[in-house]
């Protein structure tokens, strides 16, 4: 017993070595949004609205940034613990040329149809040309927010999660510098309003974009630029990041019919939901959000090492410590959730719905804690089919049905949309736990480094 708690001890020291810049980089780049969302708010709640509806379009770079991001954590960390540098670099060059193009279509997008967007969500004309002026200036630079994000996880997956932390503090103070001063005209800069705020996001998104990329092609990390038409590298490359590509957009589309249930109960409602959201992410995304690449990091490296106990011991001590955090985090933001309102905006009404919404998303931190590290394992083993399925149940089945059969069909209001809420985040745990504990993602990992092996490699050895 003493040999399992020092084990665990030691672990989860290890996870806080190097979870913390993970959590430093995740708090100060969604302090960027919170920033954006208090800038916005000293306009009206139609500002708020506008920027909120917006960003579930720009989601669409960050899930495509994000699921490329899954397949390059996934390949660089197996192939990390494997000590094979060569096929690590060329899945993480694969990784960020492959991103990059799968932007470039948005950018067109965002030109032609950025206020089409919002109206189909059913916003007034006003919430419509704001939302339409950010969407399109967000869209412009897709191709590099998708490669910034792939090269931080490529070197997360490496074991580096300090460089990606240096350059994504220093972008995100930059844009948050640049909010301030062009959306609200402060210094010498014009007031530009919502169009400065979608500006100094995409002025940093560049910034990042470059100096990542340099970081890896520079003798100062581990990884460097390595292409190469390995047809093997490309199709597992594709195989992990699809289905999260697809999780993620599936998400967001279920995110659309979902703001147009909130938009049934007003602008403000609406509003209260994004203040809410931006609370709920601020003060515990940058934890859950370490918490699981952690995991990948951890648990890719000790499969491609060959140690298949050690990987499933460390899927669950470190989602043990994830539980724990997140609890004592949504109880203080269940308790501070109406002063914490109060930071986004004046109105009174907007304060309460937002509070009740922030309570809400404090009730689900128990479950958050269990699905986001456990799909961090998951995709460390190569598996991202699991979290898909899992996020395809919650938006659709529980955060979109539960919520419409309560709060409109059975006219539970606004009860029924945060039953709604937890329950999506009750089932993505409940699915993403049952395939961890059955280990069939051993295999597949084992299967998939074979499959990369040089000839005379050999697949990786079971200690």
Known sequence: MEGLVGRVTATWRRTVDVGWPVAVQQAVNTLMRTVDVLVVGLFSPAAVAAIGLGDLFSRVPFWLGKGFGSGAIALASQETGRGSDVNRDRAITQALVVGALAGVPLVAVGFLFGQELLGLLG??????????????????????????????RALQGTGDTRTPMYVGVSATVLNVVLSLALGLGLWVAPTLGIVGVGLATAISRVLEAVLLVAAIASPRTAPSLSWSTNPTI???????????????????????????????????????????????????????????????????????????????????AVCALSVLTLVVAGVLLFLGARPLSTLFTRDPTTIGYAASFVRTFAVSMAFIGVYFPLTGALRGAGDTRTPFYARLLGSYVFLLGTSYLLAVTLDFGLVGVFVGIVLSYLARAVVVGWVVVRGEWVSLAERLITERAEPGEGSPQRE
């Open 123 to 152: 916003a007034d004309p006003e919430v419509a040309r704001l939302g339409g002026y950010y969407l399109t200036i967000i869209f412009a630079v897709a191709p590099v927010r998708i490669v910034a994000m792939v090269a931080a």
């Open 234 to 316: 490309a199709r597992q490359l594709f195989a992990v990041s699809l289905p999260d590509i697809a999780g993620g957009l599936s998400g967001e589309v279920a995110n659309v019919p979902f703001n147009a249930i909130l938009l049934l109960f007003g602008t403000e409602v609406t509003a209260a939901y994004h203040i809410a959201n931006r609370l709920y992410q601020q003060f515990t995304a940058p934890l859950f959000r370490a918490f699981r690449t952690v995991e990948s990091i951890f648990v890719g490296q000790a499969l491609g090492a060959g140690r298949p106990d050690e990987a499933r011991f460390l899927a669950g």
